[in-house]
């Protein structure tokens, strides 16, 4: 089906991509934070977007009562319906929602508004440039503030937050029934959200410590099925799936002195083990693009992420030559 999907505002790229991994597909047009797509797939997923609708139709604002009086309503009307305009573009609307509705009105059999709980809401977005309309498939609320790292029961001072966590276990496009492994697993940041997601997950970290603070944390969310293990990640072996990590900032590596070393061993270590994809978080203080370039991955995305003034994250989408 297609779909629009409405993208949170923190970073556009990265909100893309994930949607984009999701339904696999390259093939999209955006206008701001407006993304349309075919796409199937549980929505609810989604860490970056706010709202998923069936795309109905799009033109500029002057056709829009034309477009809204030619549009057969009954194709997609279910027993009550609601109209709202949400403005993105700096212009001040004059229309009132009403003034929409009425062609709902007019077109269907028996119609009802409800502005509460509509099944059928229909949602006109102004951008800049376009106007699209579409009915509403999915609200994602997430709720991630009650997530948030200060509320686990064990904290790590540079965890990365439940948002951007989920975002970065969708960019690998993990499918159902796949197992994501996080080598340097921490307090549980990137497990806990995969894991609330369903996925089968496997977390590594050289120290004793931060494993039971990570069993600790995902016991505190019910999650059951991980498996943790203390296991230097230079040094790993078999295949594993999906790969999403938060590199070390330098602190608390015990295997070498150098985080160059560290690095470039775990993404020698990597290439041998990985089967589909990796999305690697480094500090912006080590320079990922240098040793990225040693080796045969693909950089087939990568976002910078503002943490504070002093640090920013690079996110990385890895993947194999095909
Ligand atoms: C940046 S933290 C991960 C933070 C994690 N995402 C969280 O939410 O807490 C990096 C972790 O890597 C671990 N570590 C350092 N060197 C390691 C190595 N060679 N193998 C496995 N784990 C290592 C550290 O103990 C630390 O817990």
């Known amino acids: 089906m297609r779909c629009i999907f409405l993208l949170s505002g923190e970073n556009f790229d990265l909100a893309r991509e994930e949607v984009l991994a999701l339904a696999g597909t390259e ?5 701001e934070n407006v993304l349309i797509l075919d796409a199937d797939f549980r929505f609810e997923r989604l860490a970056m977007a706010r709202k998923v609708y069936q795309y109905l139709f799009e033109c500029d604002y002057k056709d829009l009562k034309r477009k809204m009086e030619g549009f057969d309503w009954r194709k997609v009307y279910e027993r ?3 109209m709202r ?8 609307l004059h229309e009132k929602e009403a003034e929409f509705a009425k062609y709902v009105w007019e077109k269907v059999k028996e119609p009802r508004v409800d502005l509460e709980h509509a099944r059928t809401k229909i949602e006109i977005i102004v951008t800049e440039e376009k106007v699209f309309v579409g009915k509403v498939l999915k609200e994602i609320h997430h709720e991630f503030h009650k997530r948030r790292p200060s509320v686990r029961p064990e ?3 540079t965890t990365i937050d439940p948002k951007l966590a989920r975002a970065c276990v969708n960019l690998t496009g993990i499918p159902v029934g796949k197992v994501l492994v996080d080598p340097f697993c921490g307090s549980g940041g990137i497990l806990i959200e995969a894991g609330l997601m369903r996925f089968n997950t496997a977390g590594y970290d050289i120290s004793d410590k931060m494993l039971l603070k990570c069993e600790r944390n995902l016991d505190f969310y019910k999650i059951k099925r991980f498996r943790l293990e203390k296991r230097d990640a230079t040094h790993l072996s078999g ?3 999906y790969v999403v990590t938060d590199l070390p900032y330098g602190k608390g590596s015990k295997v070498t002195d150098s985080l160059d070393n560290l690095y470039s061993d775990f993404l020698k270590t990597l290439w041998k083990i990985l089967r589909y994809k990796a999305v690697l978080i480094f500090p912006s203080t080590v320079d990922h ?3 990225l370039n040693k080796t045969d991955f ?3 995305h990568e976002f ?3 943490v504070h003034k002093s640090l920013s994250r690079n996110i990385v989408l890895l993947s194999r030559p095909e």
């Open 27 to 31: 093939d999209y047009w955006m206008f």
């Open 80 to 82: 009550n319906f609601s």
């Open 85 to 92: 305009i949400i403005n993105l573009s700096h212009v001040k």
């Open 155 to 157: 904290q790590h001072p």
């Open 239 to 241: 295949l594993v799936d």
């Open 289 to 291: 693009k240098k040793m």
């Open 298 to 300: 693909v950089v087939e």
């Open 304 to 306: 910078n992420v503002y």
